[in-house]
Each structure stands twice: as C-alpha cells, then as structure tokens.
C-alpha cells in the first residue's frame, strides 16, 4: 500500500527541553556550509523500511574509512543487524495491516479483527496489540471529526467508539494511511531467525518483483532470499538479542568476545547490497 502526500496532522514534533539543552541544540544547529543533515523519516507503513535504509546506508559509509577500523566494524555491524531487524519488522508490519484491513473489509467484529491482529504474536504481547488497535481506530474516529493532536489521542477511546468506527468500514486509501499512521503496530524480540520465519514467504514471494525492479529502475545488487536468509542466520548467531554490538556483555552476564576479524571492505559491500535489495523490495513502480 503506498502513502498519499498528506501532511502529518496526528502528532506534534514539539518536544520539551530545558534551557541548557536549548542552548545545545541552537550549538548543533548553527553554522554554514554543506554539512547541515536534516533528517527526513515519516510516520506510516514504510516507516521501518525507511529507517533500515538509514542503518544499511550508515553501515556501508563506515566501512569506507581506513581509520580505526576495528572501532569501525562494531559500528558497521550494529547498523546491518539493526537495518536487517527493522526491514524484517516492516515486512511483518505491513501483513498485520493488510490482514487486518481486509478483515474490516469482510465486516469483521471488533474481536474478529482484534484476533486477526494478534495472529504470529507472542501471547506477552496480544494485549498490547488489542490496546493499540482499539485506541488507533478511536483516533482515526476523532480524525474525521476533525479533531487534532493532542485532543485525537485523549478523548473517546475505548471500545464503544473502536465499534463504532469499525462500522463504518475503512474504504478510501486517506484512511487506511491514517489507520497506519495511527497504529504503529509495536513488533517485539530481537531474534532473527524468528523473524526471518515470520516472513520469508513475504520475501520470496516477492522477489521476482524486486529482480523487476532492480532491471527497470534500481540497478544495483539484489541478494536473493537464500542470501538474506544466510545472513540472518550468521548475524543471529553472533547477537540472537541485538546487543551484542552494543554491550561487551549481556543481561544474563556473559562476554561478548567471540567475533571473527573481517573484512570492512566486503562487509561494506554486504551493506550496500542489503539497501539496493531493500530499494528493490520498496519501489512501488
């Protein structure tokens, strides 16, 4: 599902900060010159795809340095693990909302859609899932009434008004976007071999499509399922709970001293390759 061009009107990018942190911030912020970043990621279905593109990319940009190079690669891995994750999690993000839009489609009840909504998710976290279903279709109620952020997210939610949304159906893309925009769908574990189990026929079904998009508009490295597949499991077996890179230990207080030395180039090359099929899997051409 692609995302109309609609300006964000459910949440507020205001944040609260104190005066020297203010101060800070107007220190980061000032100068000339070509190096100002601005930060361009939206809210919505491809958000996690838009994100794992920024890791994929950062993981690629520091494989380029020949400067500490054995500070570079827990940096570079880092970022493939955590891009690797976050595109996974979208795949199964944009299953839950398709499934649980042509659920409303049906005229599924409430709890119908709600049991559509908790399918592949660990029983931990079904209430979760519940709460935020039932609270993004409140919003997405107020909406259409015209209301705003923050009066969208603090008045009539709960249930009664879930219902009552839900029969009115979800026919126009606007509201499926604003549905997503709404509902951020929270996908917990870091495991990934469970999440490649989540998705792979998500990934394989749609990599014929992907090599069509490489040829017509990418033109770049597409790895194929079995690739991605092979990484999941050597990521996975290096950090099952993706703070390996981050931490020289775990929770459970074991040391993180068992990485191979490699090879920043190829493994830079790997990054690449990870954001072209990502590229390949997104284009909505």
Same mark, same amino acid.
């Given at each position: 599902m692609?995302?109309?061009?609609?300006p !964000?009107?459910?949440?507020?990018?205001?944040?609260?900060?104190?005066?020297p942190?203010r101060?800070?911030?107007?220190?980061? +912020? /000032?100068? #000339?010159?070509? +190096?100002?970043?601005?930060?361009?990621?939206?809210?919505?279905?491809?958000?996690f795809?838009d994100h794992?593109?920024?890791y994929?990319?950062?993981? /690629?940009?520091? @494989?380029?340095?020949?400067?500490?190079v054995?500070?570079?690669?827990? %940096?570079?891995?880092?970022?493939?693990r &955590?891009?690797?994750?976050?595109?996974?999690?979208?795949?199964?993000?944009?299953?839950?909302?398709?499934?649980?839009?042509?659920?409303?489609?049906?005229?599924?009840?409430?709890? =119908?859609v709600? #049991?559509?909504?908790?399918r592949?998710?660990?029983?931990?976290?079904h209430?979760?899932r519940?709460?935020?279903?039932i609270?993004?279709?409140?919003?997405?109620r !107020?909406?259409?009434?015209?209301?705003? &952020?923050?009066? @969208?997210?603090?008045v009539e939610? /709960?249930?009664?008004?879930?219902r009552?949304?839900?029969?009115e159906?979800?026919?126009? #893309?606007? #509201?499926a976007?604003t549905?997503?925009?709404?509902w951020?769908?929270? $996908?917990?574990? &870091?495991?990934? %071999?469970?999440l490649? =189990?989540?998705?792979?026929?998500?990934? +394989?079904?749609?990599y014929?499509?992907?090599?069509s998009n490489?040829? $017509?508009?990418?033109g770049?490295?597409?790895?194929?399922?079995?690739?991605?597949?092979?990484?999941?499991?050597?990521?996975?077996?290096?950090?099952?709970d993706?703070?390996?890179f981050?931490?020289?230990c775990s929770?459970? /207080?074991?040391?993180?001293? &068992?990485?191979?030395?490699?090879?920043?180039?190829?493994?830079g =090359?790997?990054a690449?390759?990870m954001?072209s099929?990502?590229? @390949?899997y997104?284009?909505?051409?």
């Amino acid at each position: 599902m692609t995302q109309p061009k609609k300006p !964000n009107t459910i949440f507020a990018s205001d944040i609260q900060l104190t005066g020297p942190a203010r101060q800070l911030l107007a220190s980061l +912020r /000032g100068g #000339e010159g070509d +190096r100002i970043a601005e930060p361009k990621n939206y809210p919505g279905v491809q958000a996690f795809g838009d994100h794992a593109q920024i890791y994929f990319n950062n993981a /690629g940009t520091l @494989c380029e340095s020949w400067h500490a190079v054995d500070f570079a690669v827990f %940096g570079a891995l880092y970022c493939l693990r &955590h891009g690797l994750e976050l595109w996974l999690k979208g795949f199964a993000q944009n299953q839950v909302l398709n499934d649980v839009l042509d659920a409303i489609a049906d005229g599924k009840t409430l709890d =119908e859609v709600v #049991e559509v909504a908790q399918r592949g998710c660990s029983k931990k976290y079904h209430a979760a899932r519940r709460d935020e279903l039932i609270k993004a279709l409140c919003v997405l109620r !107020n909406v259409d009434k015209g209301l705003r &952020h923050p009066e @969208c997210h603090q008045v009539e939610i /709960g249930e009664q008004f879930a219902r009552e949304r839900l029969s009115e159906g979800i026919g126009h #893309e606007s #509201e499926a976007f604003t549905l997503a925009l709404a509902w951020p769908i929270s $996908m917990g574990g &870091h495991d990934l %071999g469970v999440l490649w =189990e989540q998705t792979k026929e998500i990934v +394989r079904g749609n990599y014929a499509r992907a090599q069509s998009n490489n040829v $017509m508009y990418i033109g770049g490295e597409l790895l194929p399922p079995e690739k991605v597949e092979a990484l999941c499991a050597l990521l996975g077996a290096w950090d099952k709970d993706g703070d390996a890179f981050r931490y020289p230990c775990s929770l459970t /207080g074991d040391w993180y001293f &068992h990485l191979p030395s490699l090879n920043l180039r190829a493994l830079g =090359e790997l990054a690449s390759a990870m954001e072209s099929t990502l590229l @390949c899997y997104e284009h909505q051409g």
